[in-house]
């Protein structure tokens, strides 16, 4: 069973950045492609970013595109997510994620595998 342990959380003013890590206990087929996604109270797990790891294809939505970059460290057991230009509305708890299937849609419920999550707070 993969474990992911995310840190790097903060809080910070708009327009600043952080960097987040994601340490995986292996890598397997389990985790074929990893993400991120991020929660507010109340809502569903957004999808932040994801990448395949072996190819390194890497996944965006819009409201991200440009401003993250989701990357990984093979020899590490790493994946990372820089943010670059923080917004308010990026505020939430951040949760690394893994899956096997290397297709299907970037949803919550297609990943099988989560962290405990980061807090990240951007202030105006």
């Known amino acids: 069973q993969v474990q992911l342990a995310e840190s790097g959380g903060g809080s910070v003013q708009a327009g600043e950045f952080l960097r987040l890590s994601c340490v995986a206990s292996?890598?397997?087929?389990?985790?074929?492609?990893m993400g991120w996604f991020r929660q507010t109270s109340g809502t569903e797990r957004e999808f932040v970013s994801a990448i395949t790891w072996s190819t390194g294809a890497t996944y965006y939505p819009p409201s991200v595109q440009g401003r993250f970059t989701i990357s990984r460290d093979t020899a590490k057991n790493t994946l990372y997510l820089q943010m670059n230009s923080l917004r308010p509305d990026d505020t939430g708890v951040y949760y690394c994620a893994a899956r096997r299937r290397v297709s299907g849609r970037l949803t919550q419920g297609e990943f099988d595998y989560w962290g405990q999550g980061t807090q990240v707070t951007v202030s105006s």
């Open positions: 292996e890598l397997t087929s389990d985790t074929n492609v």
